[in-house]
């Protein structure tokens, strides 16, 4: 029997589905990938979203990204980190709003990304 990650390690990716239509739009969570960057990312979870574009716009990226960091300041208390393109405006802006800081690039294979840190919060 398949087991998802969430079930193993206590963290994984969820569903992001409007109620009304029941239709899913995304996803979104947690994950560990241990990437080979350069510095090398802090051991830390990484937060990772995708959103289909035709649902843009409309905040379900944010509220959902809201909603999980919560479950994970109460459940995992684990410092996040996420990285963005630097020319991804609305996801750095998205990012600082939910309460992470951008204080320098990393590089990963031929790209250059902003690293937004967040610590738990009670």
């Given amino acids: 029997m398949a087991c998802g990650q969430r079930w193993v390690l206590g963290f994984g ?46 905040g379900y990226g944010y509220e959902a990204k809201c909603a999980i960091l919560d479950w994970q300041d109460k459940t995992l208390s684990r410092p996040v980190c996420c990285l963005v393109m630097p020319d991804n405006i609305v996801a750095i802006k998205q990012a600082i709003k939910s309460g992470f800081t951008f204080e320098k690039s990393i590089a990963y294979g031929d790209y250059q990304l902003r690293l937004g840190l967040r610590e738990v919060i009670r």
Avoid: Q, V
Wanted: hydrophobic share 40%; aromatic share 14%.
């Fill in 13 to 58: 990716y969820w569903i992001i589905k409007l109620k009304p239509c029941n239709t899913i739009i995304g996803e979104i969570g947690f994950a560990d990938f241990k990437r080979d960057t350069m510095p090398s990312m802090p051991d830390m979870l990484e937060i990772g979203t995708l959103l289909h574009s035709d649902f843009h716009g409309f």
